[in-house]
């Protein structure tokens, strides 16, 4: 039972990336799958949400409107696009999975995003 993040690199701000989480040993299709980001400076912070019903969203207000989550059911992968990134979403993003949104069983290794300004 894993769950991995990919995706990260160095990208200048106003840049684009994809970050995928990807479960082996069990599937997501049925849990609520989120994507949480640490760095030095701040506390983690759960960026975004995708919910087990219905695929509901959720997105922390530092991200509205430039991060989009999805999910792929057939590839057992769900997806964070980002775009227009400024140097202050430079962080380890990692996601977790669950039951329920705010209840997380698993927990993947992290992706290290850096925007450069």
């Known amino acids: 039972v894993q769950l991995q993040a990919s995706g990260g690199g160095l990208v200048q701000a106003g840049g684009s990336l994809r970050l995928s989480c990807a479960a082996s040993?069990?599937?997501?299709?049925?849990?609520?799958i989120a994507w949480f980001r640490r760095s030095p400076e701040k506390v983690r912070e759960e960026v975004s949400c995708?919910?087990?019903?219905?695929?509901?969203?959720y997105y922390a207000d530092s991200v509205k409107g430039r991060f989009t989550i999805s999910r792929d059911n057939a590839k057992n992968t769900v997806y964070l696009q980002m775009n227009n990134l400024k140097p202050d979403d430079t962080a380890v993003y990692y996601c977790?999975?669950?039951?329920?949104?705010?209840?997380?069983?698993?927990w993947g290794h992290g992706t290290l995003v850096t925007v450069s300004s």
């Open positions: 995708i919910t087990d019903t219905f695929s509901g969203t």
């Open positions: 040993g069990f599937s997501l299709s049925h849990l609520s």
């Open positions: 977790a999975a669950g039951p329920a949104w705010g209840k997380y069983d698993y």
